[in-house]
Every structure is written in structure tokens, then in C-alpha cells.
């Protein structure tokens, strides 16, 4: 009653002044205590979200090498003289038994020298025995005193002389009859001819390869590996071989040898990984894919970058259980391409939000939705 007399004796304007200012407060309180209300209904509510499903397995982490099929066990054939190939009896992928002509060269000039030996020895067995005779004549003057021992020594030198060029003149005819028979090149075990580098006409040196024979019963593959992964290699604990033209097939490997040495040129090295119970369909020479996986590699899983929510230094996820979410931290590996690799913190079936995912809070409803990864 007090305050409606006093505002009964104020004069009208400002009486509606202060009116007016009253009504606005009460306005202004008003929707501040109504906006308040209605974020709180909003963060209450549930809301929908992407989600994916975690399928974690072994990291898979390891590096892919081309290579080829080889044999381990490879004879770079060559002749051991210089001459013109006048026949040749194999082709690529020809079956070779041991001793086998597989080239000959032209062994006429070799033929001659072998003829041109044999007289040399025709000559100087007519030589021992012309020595041989008067040997023995003049021991029987010696025997009788008619010559001197000094002159009995002379002949007996002379035979010795003409025994030792038999020899001589022996010796230069077998080499002759050898080099005769190094004009055929054989093979000197069984195999599959797997490279010819000379055809006929061609004028070869000594020691220049001209066949590859391959004993096809062990095969293997040559990769390259570059000097930062041979640890890798030696670690590796599993080896799987494929084959291009074969891509239903994955055989086993295992490493056989790796060269000490570095190629001078490319800077890897050769790395030989044998076959195991190979199937008869891979053939020398096929392209093959050596895929090494590291015995220690943890169990990892790449998902969406967007999963990552990032407050501070620590990565997390945001994981659904219940249609409930809990921020979880993770350790992240390597990004890429839209997605990065966690190495720990999740776990087969977790469920995780995959976008939106600054604007969640801890224990906040959603509705799921989204695919298995």
C-alpha cells in the first residue's frame, strides 16, 4: 500500500519511465533463465552419430619386393677357346642331361694345331730311338776300350735329350687334342637352359657366357633390399611369395642367403628366399612379390582421422557403449590418406564415433549408426 502511494504521488512520465524499465528486466531475466532451460533439455537429448566397429588384427605393417624366379643352384656356362659358333643343338626352356652338346665353334685352326703336334711327336720319337741306338753301340766301345768315357757320355746326354722331347712333343699334343675337344660345349649337369647370350656365326673369347643352365628341382627368388631394411629382413617372421601370373598361389619362403656385398650400382642387396613344396605351376623366370611381416608387430587398426579428438597432448576416441560415449585415449602411429593407425587403446568390437566429435560431451546419449572397419 505504501508503494502504491508513493508511486501515486510521482508525476505520470516519470511514473511510465519506470514502468517501462521494470517490464524490460524482467524480460531480459526471462530469457536468459529460458535459455539456460532449453540448453540443458538440448544436452539431455540424445542426438545421432556416426559410429564405426573395430576389427583389430596384426598389423600388417612390412614391405613388398619384386623379384624372379630363379634356380639356387645356376651354371653360366662358357667355352674354354676362342672361336666361331657353328652350331647350336639347344633353345630357351630346352631339358639338358650331363655331357650333352649344347654349342660348337669352329675347330679347324685347333684341328691343325693338333696335327701339327702329332708330328712333333712322330719326330721326336724317331730322335729317341736314332739316340737310343747309338747309345747302345757306344757302350759296347766303351765296354771294349775303343772310346773314352767322355765320349760314351756325349751319346747317353743325347738320349736323355731325346727322351725329354718326346715328352715335350706328348704333352703339346694333348694340350692340342684338349683344346680340339673344348670346341664342344657341354653341359655339366642336368638342368633347363635358361638363357642363351651367343648364336651361330657369332666369334666368341674364352670364359665368355653363352648358356645358363638351372637345376629346377630348388627354386627360389632374388629380390633387392635396400641396406635400412636388411634388419627388417633378418627379423621377419613370416615370408609369403605370390606369383602375377599366378594369383590364386602364396607359398612360403625362407630366407637362404643374403649377399654381404652391396650391388656398386642400385646399392642393395641380393637377397635369396627359397621355396617351399613349390607347385609345379611356377616356371623359372616368373615375376614373383615377397611380402615380409614382422614376427613383433603389435595390433593395430587405422581408422578415420575425424575419430581423433584432440584436448591437449593426449589423442582420444570417443567410444559408445550402452549408447552412451566415453572419452578413451589412444596411441596413434602413422597418418595417411584420411586415416591414421592406432597402435593401442582399442579393442575388437569397440564401437567409436567417427565425426562430430568436438562437439560430444562424457556421458552423453546418442543414437548409433554407421559400418563394421
Not at 677357346?81 to 685352326?109: C, H, P, T, Y
Request: charged share 15%; glycine share 8%; hydrophobic share 40%.
Amino acid at each position: 500500500m505504501k508503494l502504491l502511494h508513493l508511486l501515486s504521488k510521482l508525476p505520470k512520465k516519470q511514473l511510465y519511465y519506470g514502468v517501462a524499465t521494470a517490464a524490460g528486466l524482467c524480460i531480459i531475466v526471462g530469457s536468459i533463465l529460458y535459455g539456460n532451460n532449453k540448453t540443458k533439455v538440448t544436452a539431455e537429448d540424445s542426438i545421432n552419430v556416426r559410429t564405426i566397429t573395430i576389427s583389430v588384427t596384426r598389423s600388417a605393417q612390412g614391405y613388398i619386393y619384386a623379384g624372379e624366379v630363379r634356380g639356387q643352384y645356376e651354371s653360366q656356362l662358357a667355352f674354354q677357346v676362342n672361336g666361331k659358333i657353328m652350331k647350336r643343338n639347344v633353345e630357351l626352356g630346352s631339358i639338358v642331361n650331363a655331357g650333352d652338346v649344347l654349342m660348337q665353334i669352329d675347330g679347324k685352326d685347333i684341328q691343325q694345331t693338333v696335327n701339327s703336334s702329332s708330328a712333333q711327336v712322330a719326330s721326336a720319337e724317331s730322335q729317341l730311338r736314332l739316340a737310343e741306338s747309338n747309345l747302345n753301340r757306344y757302350r759296347q766301345l766303351l765296354n771294349q776300350g775303343a772310346i773314352s768315357q767322355s765320349q760314351y757320355d756325349q751319346y747317353a746326354n743325347a738320349y736323355h735329350v731325346a727322351v725329354a722331347g718326346v715328352q715335350q712333343a706328348s704333352a703339346q699334343y694333348a694340350q692340342g687334342a684338349n683344346q680340339l675337344d673344348y670346341s664342344l660345349l657341354r653341359a655339366d649337369k642336368p638342368g633347363i637352359v635358361s638363357s642363351i647370350t651367343a648364336e651361330m656365326g657369332q666369334v666368341v673369347s674364352a670364359g665368355q657366357t653363352v648358356v645358363t643352365i638351372v637345376q629346377d628341382n630348388e627354386l627360389e627368388v632374388e629380390i633387392s633390399v635396400p641396406e635400412n631394411r636388411i634388419q627388417e629382413l633378418r627379423n621377419a617372421g613370416q615370408i609369403k611369395a605370390t606369383f602375377w601370373a599366378l594369383p590364386n598361389i602364396t607359398v612360403d619362403g625362407k630366407i637362404r642367403t643374403i649377399s654381404p656385398i652391396a650391388d656398386q650400382i642400385t646399392r642393395t642387396f641380393k637377397v635369396r628366399i627359397s621355396l617351399m613344396n613349390p607347385p609345379p605351376e611356377i616356371k623359372l623366370g616368373m615375376t614373383a612379390a615377397i611380402q615380409l611381416a614382422d614376427s613383433s608387430a603389435q595390433r593395430t587398426v587405422n581408422i578415420p582421422l575425424a575419430a581423433i579428438y584432440q584436448d591437449g597432448n593426449t589423442p582420444a576416441v570417443w567410444v559408445v557403449k550402452d549408447n552412451v560415449i566415453t572419452l578413451r585415449p589412444v596411441t596413434t602411429g602413422t597418418f595417411g590418406n584420411g586415416t591414421i593407425e592406432v597402435l593401442s587403446g582399442l579393442k575388437q568390437g569397440d564401437c567409436i564415433v567417427t565425426a562430430g566429435v568436438h562437439k560430444l560431451k562424457e556421458g552423453q546419449t546418442v543414437k548409433l549408426g554407421g559400418d563394421s572397419l
